[in-house]
Nanobody
Framework: QVQLVESGGGLVQAGGSLRLSCAVSGRTLGGRTFSSYGMGWFRRAPGKEREFVAR????????GYADSVKGRFTISRDNAKNTVYLQMNSLKPDDTAVYYC???????????WGQGTQVTVSS
């Protein structure tokens, strides 16, 4: 059973920074491990649809970002720690949302999701 657990959310003032973490444990039914999966971060703001934020390939060699966060957010991963990170700088009130991490065997389909962590940016 694969589990994804996000942490690091909280309340921050506009212009501040937060670092989200997503710890992955367990194996899939096929025996695949964390290091085999691409990972992504998504967010859902109040009253809005869930949206893509960032993604990273299985070995960290390729990353991608939504235009709204490009240049401010950085996704990274540590396969030895089974953890993916989202460094968020220059935060804006529009970044307020519940942030989710997800694991993908083949982009853009995501197979496993975490429960989310709340990020609130005050103006």
């Amino acid at each position: 059973q694969v589990q994804l657990v996000e942490s690091g959310g909280g309340l921050v003032q506009a212009g501040g920074s937060l670092r989200l973490s997503c710890a992955v444990s367990g194996r899939t039914l096929g025996g695949r491990t964390f290091s085999s999966y691409g990972m992504g971060w998504f967010r859902r703001a109040p009253g809005k649809e869930r949206e893509f934020v960032a993604r990273i390939s299985w070995n960290g060699g390729t990353t991608g970002y939504a235009d709204s966060v490009k240049g401010r957010f950085t996704i990274s991963r540590d396969n030895a720690k089974n953890t993916v990170y989202l460094q968020m700088n220059s935060l804006k009130p529009d970044d307020t949302a519940v942030y989710y991490c997800a694991a993908s065997w083949v982009f853009p389909t995501y197979d496993y999701w975490g429960q989310g962590t709340q990020v609130t940016v005050s103006s």
